[in-house]
Every structure is written in C-alpha cells, then in structure tokens.
C-alpha cells in the first residue's frame, strides 16, 4: 500500500519548515504554532507501538504462514541479540533461504529433467566446443561430430537396448 493511500502528500509544516522563511518574520500564531508542532514531533517512549491485530489484519494469512518459521526463531534471539540486530539476521537469513532454495531447485531441474529423446519437454542445454588456440596442443580443434545424425542428437544414439 502506498505511504499516503493514493493522496497526494501535503506538508504540515507551512512556510515555517524553512529556516530562511522563520528569519523574515514570524506572527506570535505561527510562533505558537510551530512550538506546538515541534512539541508533536516528539515519539513516546513507547513508540513505535507494534499492534499484533493491526499487523494480522492488514498481511496476508499466507504470508504469516511462510514467515513463521523465522518468526518464531528470531523471537527467541531477540533478548540475546537486541530487537535491530535479530531483525536484520532475520531479513539475511530468509534472503539467503530464498537463494539457496533456488539454486537447489535449477538443480534439481536440470538434473532431473533433462530434454532427450525419453520426453517432449525440459530446456536443451548446449555445450559449446572448447576455444583452442594457435599453438596450443590439439590446434585446429575440429567437431566431434563425425556424421550429420550426431548434430541435435539428444541421446537417442547411446540408449540402452530394450
């Protein structure tokens, strides 16, 4: 949700939020004000006040769900830890859950579902052919590919006898 609802933001603080704009002159009303003003930007010592009913309603049940986890974890760190600290493992460790879930799941992927000739689907990974340079041994590196049904062959040729 955006900061101000879609309401476009207006400052309350007036021509005197300006240090230039208090020194050309300020009406006692507007002194009075600005006191008041500044008095009202002071936090309780409470502050910011964390409502568990406000925070449920306004996130997502799944959302709750898949944060619990580390919720639950990092609510026990947070004595040893201090509230800034166990938050900001908590943010790093669920970023690097995510990465780490990710990169296991390419694996699983491409492992598991390779494009051959046993299925219609999975990516089809090339592997280009190593550079070789002049005077290095094995300069020109010709194909492996010796007939024309070795190209865009995807294991048909090495399956087992059934």
């Known amino acids: 949700m955006a900061q101000t609802a879609g309401v476009k933001p207006m400052s309350i603080a007036g021509r005197v939020a300006s240090e230039r704009e208090r020194c050309l002159g300020m009406t006692d009303v507007e002194r009075a004000w600005r006191k008041q003003w500044l008095k009202d930007q002071v936090l309780a010592p409470n502050e910011p006040v964390h409502v568990e009913a406000y925070w449920k309603e306004r996130t997502n049940i799944i959302r709750r769900i898949y944060r619990a986890p580390l919720d639950n974890l990092f609510k026990g760190l947070t004595p040893v830890l201090g509230a800034s600290r166990a938050a900001d493992y908590r943010y790093i460790t669920g970023k690097l859950?995510?990465?780490?879930?990710?990169?296991?799941?390419?694996?699983?992927?491409?492992?598991?579902?390779?494009?051959?000739?046993?299925?219609?689907?999975?990516?089809?990974?090339?592997?280009s052919k190593p550079m070789v340079l002049p005077g290095q041994p094995g300069f020109p590196k010709k194909s492996d590919r010796t007939k024309g049904s070795d190209y865009a062959n995807t294991g048909f040729k090495h399956a087992p006898d059934v």
């Open 97 to 127: 859950g995510l990465i780490f879930f990710g990169i296991f799941a390419g694996h699983y992927y491409f492992k598991y579902n390779a494009n051959d000739w046993t299925r219609k689907g999975g990516w089809r990974v090339h592997k």
